[in-house]
């Protein structure tokens, strides 16, 4: 069984592009590491499907990470985390498998004082209760202010991250947030760390904005060295890209989440796995 | 072969529920008929997908149509029409399809008086050039001001049909069609009429809006009319319902699109055709 061997890659899948932000966390704390990233670009985004759906195209992305011998697995996206991490977890057995919500969660519950942590998202990640429960298991007695904030990916993909009607619909989302005095937010879906900038004008800088990206690639860290697992290489990691979609809207949007240009995308016909 | 009978039933298809305001036209003008509607809400939207994902999802949603008999197709989804007509007709050899474009384009050409038509959409559609490509066979001379509109479909979803945030998004998608002057716009999206209000507000009263649903419901009637398959029955026709993914968030927006709850709903593994 090859899975185990320091040089197999990680695998990250995300519903699209988003999960982007993570990889570029991923590479800038693991440079050596080999890693694969999947993009479910034909179905994107889950945020909108049901939970049944979710968990069907999860369970195939993972058949389709195992048969390339990942000795991790980084769900990027906030659905599939929320929605059917235990289906990921029965079909990788003993390959890990690190969402982006505990990791997020661990961070906010370490680093609010007040007690009141506030969780933005797509429909689907605030529905599943999944970022709520999550604080539950881990924080005790937690205020938790739930915030749906749909409008934001397609804004994002858009392209108006400086927008004045991006900071406008930001007011209205956020607003619940500010009212309830949280001191913490948890940014609930990998789009919005891509406009941080215009959140944190509207929270103003006394609340702690929690990015998963960067809390789950610390995980990923964490877990890979404590079972001995890192690339001890000196040299870049390889990169693979996969997508269920036609790969040039990928290569070209790739340049904004990821800060390059990535020309080799290949595509996958992930409904047979 | 059953194909040719008064009783079999139109089948209408879009990526998802904007279809529904296509389906509320042909109800009102052909209240007798009986309709199958298939929704891909699975794989929504497609606006933003590549051509040859639009072909393959539209070409098995017309293999299960023909499953069910229908005497008809009526393609609502913009993006569909745009991109996959000829495969959907290939596929439906004798059975007449109908796609939104044409009977839209049709319209706008015969009431523009300067030759000046704007045409709003999804990034899909007006990429495809679909629009254009039948104003010109149609036209001649005629200039045309295309506008992507991606923010609107959201919008929609989010429900913000009367909002602020949505007439300063239409006023910054808009001006460029009134700045050229157009006196005709094609509402090349079907989840567009839901917002006509606000368009009107921000184009103003004097270019005339041209809504697809309508007029391909009147195309419709007289394809059927003409190949003598109007059903003759005094009573209403059947109406049935299918999705790719979970009904239950099917009937709660067919309130809104159709203005009544639709609670009986099938899924269907759309991905086996």
């Not at 390959?95 to 009141?116: C, D, F, L, Y």
């Not at 913490?184 to 998963?212: A, E, F, N, W």
């Not at 790969?247 to 996958?268: A, Q, R, Y």
Request: charged fraction near 25%.
């Amino acid at each position: 069984m090859k899975s185990g061997s320091n040089n197999n890659p990680i695998g990250i899948f995300d519903s699209g592009l988003g999960g982007l932000t993570v990889l570029k966390e991923l590479i800038r704390i693991l440079p050596s590491e080999n890693i694969i990233y999947f993009g479910d670009t034909a179905r994107v985004p889950y945020g909108t499907k049901s939970k049944n759906a979710v968990r069907n195209f999860s369970r195939q992305i993972t058949k389709f990470l195992i048969r390339h011998d990942v000795k991790l697995i980084l769900v990027a996206c906030n659905t599939a985390s929320a929605l059917a991490l235990n289906d990921i977890k029965k079909i990788a057995k003993k390959i890990p498998v690190v969402g982006v919500i505990k990791s997020g969660v661990r961070a906010a519950v370490s680093e609010t004082v007040n007690k009141k942590i506030g969780i933005i998202g797509t429909s689907a990640t605030i529905k599943s209760e999944s970022y709520k429960s999550a604080i539950k298991r881990l924080g005790g007695k937690i205020k938790i202010i739930q915030q749906p904030c749909p409008l934001f990916v397609p804004l994002v993909e858009e392209g108006w991250i400086d927008s004045k009607i991006t900071e406008d619909i930001a007011k209205i989302y956020l607003y619940p947030l500010k009212k309830a005095g949280c001191d913490v937010v948890i940014l609930g879906c990998t789009h919005y760390p891509m406009i941080k900038k215009i959140i944190r004008q509207v929270v103003g800088k006394k609340i702690k904005l929690i990015d998963s990206a960067k809390e789950v690639s610390k995980d990923v860290k964490k877990i890979l060295s404590n079972k001995g697992l890192i690339r001890m290489a000196k040299s870049r990691g390889n990169l693979k890209f996969y997508v269920s979609d036609a790969p040039d809207k990928f290569s070209k949007l790739s340049k904004i989440f990821l800060g390059k240009f990535i020309s080799d995308v290949k595509k996958v016909d992930i409904e047979r796995y």
